[in-house]
Structures are given as C-alpha cells and as structure tokens.
C-alpha cells in the first residue's frame, strides 16, 4: 500500500507537468497559426495595392487554406475574382460563404449580395434577379433594387422597373418621378409598335401625370396624335411642351410647324415660333418658320439677323444656298460642300454627362445609360 501511494505521489506531478507543456505547445501553435495568417493577408494586400493581382490572389488563398472560417478573407478573395472577370470562381467563393451554417446572419446578407453581384458582371441576368430578390428585407435591400432597377433597364423590362422604381420612392431612397415617366414612354412606344394606339397614349397619360416637367411625354404624345391626323391635338401638346419644357421644344419645332400647316393654323404658329425665338434663338426655330413661311427673301433676312447675333456655320451654309447668293454658281457649290464637311460635326448632339455624341437625339445616353443627359441643342448652339 505503501508502494503504490509513493508512486501516485510521484506521477501526480508528472502527469501535471505534461499537461502544462502540452498546453503551452498549443497555445503556441495557435498563436503561431493566428499570427501566420495576418501575415498572408498583409501579403496579398499589398501585392493588391501593388496590382499585382495573380500574385494578391495566390496570397489570399493561401490565407482562405490557413484558416478556411474566416469570412473575411472569403469576401476579399471573391471581390478580387469578379474585378478579374473570374466570375465562376467569384460564385463558388461566395457560394461556399452561403453554406457555413455557422455564418451570422450580417455576413450572410453580405454574401447574398456579392453573389448577385457576381451574376450580374457575369451576365446570368435571371440568377442575378433572384438573388437581388432575395435581399428584400435585409440591410442591403436599396443597393438590391437599385441594381434591379439598372439590370431591368438593360433586358428593357419597362414595367418592372416603374415597379422598383416606385417602391424605391416611397421608401424614401429618391425621387424617380422622372425615370418611371421614360419607363411609361418606353411601354407606350412597344404599344403602339403592336398597332395599340389606344393603350399608347393611355401610358403617354400616365408619364405626364408622373413627371409633369419631364419633356419626353409630351414630346411622343404630339408626334403620335400627328400621325394619326389629329394635328389640332397634336399642336395642343407640343404648345403644353412649349409651356413646361421651353428649351425641349426645339426638338418637336418642325413637326409643330407641319401640324399647324395641316390644321391650318400657320398665322398662330408663325407668332408662337418667332416668340419662342425671340426667347431662345436657334436654328430649329428658323428652318420651322420656313416651312410656315417659304419665301426666299423673308428666309434670307432671317438667317442674316441670325448670324448678327449667333454666328452658326449651319446658318452661313443655308445663306450661301439661297439663290441670290452673291458667289458664282460653281464657287457657290464649293463653298457650300466645305461648309457641309465644316459643319456635320456640329449638329451632333453631345452628353452632358459622358460626352458621347450622337447625330440623332436619345433619351437615355447609349454611352453612360444616363436619363434625360443630352441638351436638346446641337453641339453648335450650346
């Protein structure tokens, strides 16, 4: 009895000091592998800040392998695949995040959002829908619809946007009063497309009550009562245009002209159009009341006052046209071909926004997809 409690006093001890030292081996351990990872992430950070991104990238996974629980490093590493354009490996990152069943519910939210961002840089616009749907209701809610709203636009389904776009208003995010107002247009131009004249000017309706300052509605609603014959109505909206819209009526100037010469209202129109000049001088405005006014000699004075006040090379290209030009015939026609070479770069219109230059006038910028960026003048005149 004795022997045996001499031994248990003599391996009481040892079996504690083994302890401890395994202990303190894995406290070490640990602390080796939590200091080895900070320094595989600084790595790749500073290769990333250093563009090099296949070397940031290698670092990064290196880092993900040491220690695969961290989510940070998870997002870091699919971020930099989807800036690649690496979107399948982006996907399969972020979808590894999606099922940890340890992940809290923020960082869940996080990685639902940047797997709906990875589909949509990838294009896979349906599983990209999906999964910005599936963010309603979470933190990243506004930046899902906003990104709704943008991928909406691109497949043109109109009424879905007006959809987001309304509720992103009544939440307060913006007023997009006027977007839903082009989105409406953009219905009623697929409308009247499928011959549904009815249901056009219907949505053309709506848009104007939408954003009663927004020029497009107006604009669309005069041209199409016009091609239907009604060109009193027509008159009459291109004249609501004229009220809200002073700068845009330069766009519809020529077609107002030709629907008062076809309801007989050339006196009125006339007065409108050299009021609206008087106002804002521009060439639109001149070649209108030329179709109201044909004669050459009243043509002639107007571009001559024109150029005492905007020298416009459209305006000198029209001048030398006319007949009584005093250049000789064949000089006359060199002149006015030099002068057609000299100006087409200048009845572009240009984006405010991008820059982008365009010999028709859009809505919606094709450069940067901007809404309502184009001044309704020619580069000339701005």
């Known amino acids: ?34 200091r080895d990872a900070p320094k595989a992430y600084f790595k790749g950070l500073n290769l990333l800040l250093n563009e090099q991104q296949d070397k940031a990238i290698d670092a990064f996974i290196e880092a993900v392998q040491a220690d695969p629980d961290t989510s940070e490093l998870h997002f870091a590493l699919g971020n930099l695949f989807r800036r690649r354009g690496e979107y399948e490996r982006a996907v399969r990152v972020h979808q590894h995040l999606l ?23 990838a294009g896979l616009f349906d599983r990209a829908e999906e999964a ?9 809610e506004s930046e899902a ?21 309304r509720h992103l208003e009544h939440s307060g995010t913006a007023s997009f009063a006027s977007r839903i107002a082009h989105y409406l247009c953009e219905q009623a131009l697929e409308a009247q497309a499928r011959d549904r004249q009815d249901e056009a000017l219907q949505l053309l309706e709506q848009a104007r ?5 927004a020029a497009r509605a107006h604009v669309l609603t005069g041209q199409m009562l016009a ?62 009341m030329a179709l109201l006014e044909p004669d050459a000699l009243a043509q002639r004075q107007r571009l001559l006052d024109h150029l005492r006040t905007e020298p416009s090379l459209s305006a000198t290209r029209l ?20 002068l057609d070479r000299a100006v087409r770069p200048l009845q572009r219109y240009r984006c405010a926004a991008c820059g982008f230059e365009a010999q028709h006038y859009f809505w919606q910028c094709p450069g940067c997809l901007g809404w309502d960026t184009y001044p309704p003048r020619h580069v000339e005149e701005l």
Not at 321 to 335: F, M, R, T, W
């Open 209 to 213: 009550k939408a954003a009663p300052q």
């Open 132 to 140: 910005f749907a599936a963010l309603r209701g979470s933190a990243f």
């Open 99 to 121: 099922s940890r069943a340890d992940l809290p519910r923020s960082e869940r939210e996080r990685a639902q959002h940047a797997l709906a961002q990875d589909f949509y840089k």
């Open 319 to 338: 001048l030398l046209a006319q007949s009584n030009c005093p250049l000789a015939e064949d000089d006359g026609k060199l002149v006015s071909a030099a």
């Open 227 to 288: 091609r239907q014959g009604r060109h009193e109505a027509a008159m009459a909206a291109f004249a609501e245009l004229l009220a809200q819209q002073p700068e845009a009526f330069n766009l519809v100037a020529k077609d107002y002209a030709e629907a008062a010469k076809a309801s007989g209202a050339v006196a009125k129109a006339l007065q409108t159009l050299q009021a609206q000049y008087q106002r804002s001088p521009g060439m639109h405005l001149i070649l209108a």
């Open 145 to 165: 619809e906003l990104a709704l709203l943008n991928l909406y636009e691109r497949t043109r389904e109109w009424a879905k946007a007006a959809e987001v776009a």
């Open 1 to 34: 009895m004795d022997f045996e409690l001499s031994w248990l006093l003599i391996a009481l001890p040892l079996v504690f000091g083994f302890g401890w030292l395994a202990s303190k081996l894995d406290s070490r351990q640990w602390k080796r592998e939590q």
